[in-house]
């Protein structure tokens, strides 16, 4: 986990670092805005990103004029990108792989630069057809 993760923050230095009040990042989080971590005792601990989400929210909310929700439905779809872009990576990484191993196949195959399985040649025979009969 970096450090920029880490939820060693209370609520207090938390909402001064985000310009807010605590009252506020208590509502945030009845909303979902923002999940802080829970101390043993059950106070909230934030990380250095909760705060730059804190920031965030606070700007769509005041700059933008965007609306609670709205906001939430943002967070929610960006988190979303994230996860694919992601999965997008993952899956690169896992066709390079596969393409690597397709070319050790096809070098060590006695077929050069052929399908992996081989292929019969094409053939010159002539091949007759006759239709059946009709019952």
């Known amino acids: 986990m970096d450090d920029i993760d880490a939820k060693v923050l209370i609520i207090s230095v938390a909402a001064q670092l985000a310009g807010m009040h605590p009252q506020t990042l208590r509502q945030y989080d009845r909303l979902g805005l923002v999940q802080p971590g829970r101390a043993p005792g059950g ?38 990108v994230a996860q694919l872009e ?15 191993r397709v070319a050790e196949l096809e070098a060590m195959s006695p077929f050069p630069r052929r399908e992996l399985l081989p292929s019969p ?14 019952q």
Do not use: C, F, M
Not at 86 to 100: C, G, K, M, P, Y
Not at 127 to 134: E, G, L, T
């Open 43 to 80: 106070g909230r601990r934030y990380s250095l990103r909760d705060v730059q989400l804190l920031r965030e929210v606070q700007r769509l909310s005041q700059d933008d004029g965007v609306n609670l929700a709205g906001i939430k439905r943002i967070i929610e779809l960006e988190h979303l």
């Open 86 to 100: 992601q999965d997008v990576s993952d899956l690169r990484e896992i066709a390079q792989h596969a393409l690597q």
């Open 121 to 134: 040649r094409n053939s010159t025979a002539l091949v007759v057809w006759k239709p059946a009969p009709k």
